[in-house]
């Protein structure tokens, strides 16, 4: 399946599906006539060497540790030296092979490598795969904060393999299904009910199903993105449930003890309540959204992470410390309905608190 992101003057094609890497073969060979180089993760490699190397057989090879502490800026000087020391030119590509962490360190050292070359995107999680791969926002973590210091700057291609899948650890997998159950939940009822029916085969990693659900998830992105590259407006839909799972991610210091995916997971669905409680989406919607998440096997409430604490006090702290808050009035993203989300400012802070009291003594 191919999807197409057509921004004015870079359009670029997104292939998804079991072989799409091979698939992407020709196009590979064009921009990676002039001299390139892979950055990988090194777990991917590991288990995914061989077909990296059947494709791209000769590009060097530059490999960096797994894990989120990859987005500093150590690595950043060290993999953008390494890129120059490999002779990558402008007209050349940076092929980014591994999850999030890969794609936006990479990313990051395409968009300033001699002023900006090309970047080649193989995704190898469902969450880089549905999310963090198209879009073009790249970063490196600091110690004021997470992506704080990135560009925009958009891939020439994303090859979305689907066979990669196979070796993600199950929860990582769950991880990355919080972030298509978003698209669903922010502007598509009808892929909502489909994920309803067909989530199993998704998880399953049944090749049609999978293949669809990340065709339809990028093409909600890219036509999100499209209409809106640098976030001014509709981009922020697509921060459904962040705010609320950024505040839970912050509470547990984000050292492994819940993912993002699994914060937005809990996030989504507290937005859902929220938006129940102000009289936003009907009565009963809440808690027929959090019955999806939760059949899939993601956390839906506070009470679901028990070892993260949740002091209604510093969740608030950290919302108002998230980057989508501006000049002190909490914007929240919000449910009309399931299937469609709404930009909603100047959220009254004391009403959150109380929100977040209730969640709190949620069993
Ligand atoms: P990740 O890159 O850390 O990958 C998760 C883990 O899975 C790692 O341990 C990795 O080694 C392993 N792994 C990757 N592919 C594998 C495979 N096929 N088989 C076995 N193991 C595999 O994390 P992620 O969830 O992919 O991405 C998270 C990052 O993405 C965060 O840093 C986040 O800020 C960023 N992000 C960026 C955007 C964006 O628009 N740029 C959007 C969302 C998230
Ligand atoms: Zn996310």
New binding site residues.
Partial sequence: TDVSVDLPGREYLVRIGPGALEACRPELRRLTAKPSAIVA????LA??EDALRKVLPELPLITVP???AT?SWQSYADVSEKLLEAGVERGGSVVAF???????LA?FCAATLRRGCRLVML???L??QV??SV?G???INTASG??LVGAFHQPSLVAIDTS??S???KR?LL??YA?VIKYGALGDPQFLSWLGERGDAVLALEPAALTEAIAVSCRAKAAIVTEDETERGRRALLNLGHTFGHAIEAEGQYDGRI???EGVAIGMVMAARFSEREGHLSPGEAERFEALVARSGLPTRLADVPDIPADPGRLLLHMRQDKKVDSGAMTLILLKRLGEAFVAKDQDEARILDFLGEEAQLP
């Avoid at 993760?41 to 991917?44: K, L, M, P, R, S």
């Avoid at 591994?98 to 936006?104: E, I």
């Fill in positions: 993760d090194e777990a991917v288990q995914h797994s894990g989120e987005k591994g999850g999030g962490v890969t794609g936006d990313g995704p190898t999680t969450l880089s999310d963090s879009g926002k790249t970063a997470k992506n990669f899948l070796t993600l650890p990582e991880a990355g972030e993912l993002h995916g």
